[in-house]
């Protein structure tokens, strides 16, 4: 830290993001203590083709794997970090948290034979509004940290939904369906590729996603995100 900053950061102290503590000098968005205390699913640990993410896609979608992160609950501290990333625009905590994953998850064999990770598109307009999508942020860290490509131009998003957030399943489900497509079917051809988004809550989005990615010949889908919706 330069002087100067740490000079002004004894009137403004950085707060933690999760219990709104002042951060010490070595403390980076979270304390130590709401570090040490995240939310972890630990998925990775375990099966990644049998878990509450495995099995939001289940016969709906062949996924090779899926994970999630971090527990999102009303409140908590994955939920904290990912308003934060997204809302507050926080773009420097979304680098961090992405690359924590992946350093975290190095051993994991998830990202076994991974040719690429792709961030589920944000419509250009929303785009253009917030002035960065929130799920590449993540994406992008992770990428950099694993060595794996970082894919952002393949699938695109055809048309804007409706906000999501006070909708049923099913209503999400339909929301969703046909709003994404892919440029180029010979790019992931024969690929193995990581989509990755934010939050899963009823999985309608990665879904739709998979549904337009699912036209690249013998494609081997994995899903990963930040954070999963619990209860
Ligand atoms: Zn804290």
Redesign the pocket.
């Known amino acids: 830290m330069n002087p100067f900053k740490n000079l002004l950061s004894l009137f403004y102290p950085s707060l ?1 993001v ?2 709104g ?1 002042a951060l010490m000098q070595n403390e980076q968005f ?2 130590l ?2 570090l040490h205390n995240l939310p972890k699913t630990n998925y990775h640990l375990h099966d990644t083709a049998n878990n509450p993410a495995y099995d939001r896609f289940a016969g709906k979608i062949p996924v090779q794997q899926a994970a999630a992160y971090l527990y999102y609950s009303k409140e908590g501290l994955g939920q904290k970090l990912v308003g934060e990333l997204k809302y507050q625009g926080n773009v420097a905590l979304g680098n961090w948290i992405g690359t924590y994953l992946a350093h975290e998850w190095r051993n994991s064999e998830f990202w076994t034979d991974v040719d690429y990770i792709i961030p589920v598109p944000l419509h250009p307009k929303k785009l253009k509004k917030r002035g960065f999508n929130q799920a590449e942020v993540v994406a992008r860290a992770i990428a950099t940290e694993r060595h794996i490509s970082l894919e952002t131009h393949n699938l695109y998003r055809e048309k804007a939904n409706t906000t999501q957030t006070k909708k049923s399943g099913f209503e999400r489900w339909q929301n969703t369906q046909g709003i994404f497509n892919v440029r180029n079917a010979q790019l992931f051809e024969n690929k193995c590729i990581i989509l990755f988004d934010d939050v899963l809550t009823t999985g309608a989005t990665l879904e739709a996603c998979a549904h337009a990615l699912l036209q690249c010949k013998n494609i081997q889908l994995r899903i990963l995100t930040l954070a999963i919706t619990t209860g």
Do not use: I, K, L
Request: with cysteine; net charge negative.
């Open positions: 933690c999760g219990c503590a979270v304390c203590d709401c």
